[in-house]
């Protein structure tokens, strides 16, 4: 099966920084989505981006298809941001998730 | 769009009882997802449907559990016989009737089972 790969594992940020997060995977993919899981368990849809590059507010993403890698950058990061973030990818309908990568923004 | 629900929230159970978990998708929405998520993982795919049809099950999907959506509409996860790695988050997700094979999923809350 794919297999998906995100990191840093684990990145702490003050307040106000920037960050990239990286997804790779295995396999042609399409369907690419990036998830956002706050304290409470809810997995919020950031981007659905099989390729190409989107923007919505402080947050980004970027995948290149060809190169089987996605990228997601997270701007003037606030504590609110905190987290987990999932990269996701599908051929067909069962999406295989990533580890993840838990932000924690300090104030 | 009032989101994907899911009910309860929370289930604790003793090891060997059956549980039963319903998810409702969004209203125009006719593909239906359950994942698996256990602590410090990411969600693991369990089963999908395409309006009432079962299409896709994963491996992971034990003979203890079976997934039902009997009009197309919401849909039900039950676990026989539940055993304490059955412990998890259970997720339910639902995407839009769209051309092609891939699509946006919008997820539930989930529901956080205990087994004893």
């Known amino acids: 099966g794919i297999q998906v790969e995100q990191s840093p594992p684990d990145l702490i940020l003050q307040e106000g920084a920037n960050s990239t997060l990286r997804c790779n995977f295995s396999?042609?993919?399409?369907?690419l989505q990036w998830f956002h899981q706050n304290p409470w368990g809810q997995l919020i849809n950031l981007f659905y981006?099989?390729?190409g590059t989107k923007q919505n507010g402080r947050l980004s993403a970027t995948t290149v298809a060809t190169e089987r890698y996605s990228l997601l950058y997270i701007s003037s990061s606030q504590t609110t941001d905190s987290g987990v973030y999932f990269c996701?990818?599908?051929?067909?309908?069962?999406?295989?998730f990533g580890a993840g990568t838990r932000l924690t923004v300090k104030p | 769009d009032t989101g994907v629900s899911q009910d309860p929230r929370h289930k604790i159970t003793k090891r060997g009882q059956n549980v039963t978990f319903r998810c409702d998708p969004i209203s125009e929405h006719n593909r239906l997802y359950w994942y698996r998520q256990t602590l410090g993982q990411g969600p693991e795919f369990l089963t999908y449907f395409q309006n009432e049809a079962q299409l896709e099950k994963s491996r992971l999907l034990s003979d203890r559990f079976s997934a039902e959506r009997p009009k197309g509409s919401f849909s039900t996860l039950e676990i026989q016989r539940t055993e304490q790695g059955d412990s998890a988050m259970y997720l339910c997700?639902?995407?839009?009737?769209?051309?092609?094979?891939?699509?946006?999923?919008?997820f539930g809350p989930g529901t956080r089972l205990t087994v004893l």
């Open positions: 996701a990818v599908a051929i067909f309908r069962d999406m295989r």
């Open positions: 396999d042609s993919v399409n369907n």
């Open positions: 981006i099989p390729s």
């Open positions: 997700a639902s995407s839009p009737r769209r051309p092609g094979i891939s699509d946006t999923q919008y």
